[in-house]
Nanobody, 126 residues
Framework: QVQLVESGGGLVQAGGSLRLSCAASGRTFSISSYAMAWFRQAPGKEREFGAAISRSSGTTYYADSVKGRFTIFRDNAKNTVYLQMNTVKPEDTAVYYC?????????????????WGQGTQVTVSS
């Protein structure tokens, strides 16, 4: 059974930084064999794509809303994916979810992801 467990959320002031972690586990589950992504969902809004790292080359792709401020990266030895959030804004306030997909490239739609974490709350104060 695959488990994705997010951590690192909390309250941060606008302009500050935060690092989210997503620890993956499962008997044969390896993050290097999956496209990994971070999505977020603000109150009353749909879940939206934020950033992804491809399953093979490890190249990355970002939504325009976070490009230049957020960085997704992974540590294969720890089977963990991270989201470094810099220069955060109040509009970044949301529950952040880690997800894994067997698709190639940079899947951006929720239905392309088979595995999800429980989410971690990020609140940015102005």
């Amino acid at each position: 059974q695959v488990q994705l467990v997010e951590s690192g959320g909390g309250l941060v002031q606008a302009g500050g930084s935060l690092r989210l972690s997503c620890a993956a586990s499962g008997r044969t589950f390896s993050i290097s064999s999956y496209a990994m992504a971070w999505f977020r969902q603000a109150p009353g809004k749909e879940r939206e794509f934020g950033a992804a790292i491809s399953r093979s080359s490890g190249t990355t792709y970002y939504a325009d809303s976070v490009k230049g401020r957020f960085t997704i990266f992974r540590d294969n030895a720890k089977n963990t994916v991270y989201l470094q959030m810099n220069t955060v804004k109040p509009e970044d306030t949301a529950v952040y979810y880690c997800a894994a997909s067997a698709y190639h490239g940079y899947p951006k739609r929720t239905y392309e992801y088979a595995y999800w974490g429980q989410g971690t709350q990020v609140t940015v104060s102005s």
